[in-house]
């Protein structure tokens, strides 16, 4: 058990053939931005997650900061729908309320730091 749950993540993790390479290498495209031609609120989020696979903390906040709070929001989610925790859904708006405030406030400094090109 332990050996194939290593295979399974030298597969995932190996630079020439893992799912991370090819993932890197197939990317969607923004509609959003293919029409207007500047960002949307969640551009920067696949490039956040594959560097947060790779390990790359400090480069997925840097290019989504909200990618971590999501994923601790899906998370915690999935934990409160197995175990059903006392105060589970108040912290689940919470997080949805702090999620909404980091992309928002992320988008207008991109605006104002003229990076949505």
């Known amino acids: 058990m332990k050996g194939t749950i290593i295979l399974i993540a030298l597969f995932f993790l190996s630079e020439s053939k893992g ?3 090819w993932l890197q290498n197939h990317l ?26 790779q390990g790359n903390l400090i480069a997925s906040f840097k290019l989504y900061p909200a990618t971590i709070p999501i994923i601790t929001l899906f998370i915690y989610t999935i934990f409160h729908l197995k175990f059903d925790f006392k105060n589970g859904a108040i912290f689940i708006k919470m997080l949805y309320i702090g999620i909404t405030l980091i992309i928002v406030i992320n988008y207008i400094y991109k605006i104002f730091t003229h990076q949505l090109i």
């Open 19 to 21: 799912v991370i390479n």
């Open 28 to 53: 969607l495209s923004c509609p959003f931005k293919q029409t207007l031609g500047i960002d949307c609120p969640g551009c920067g989020i696949q490039r956040s997650i594959l560097e947060l696979f």
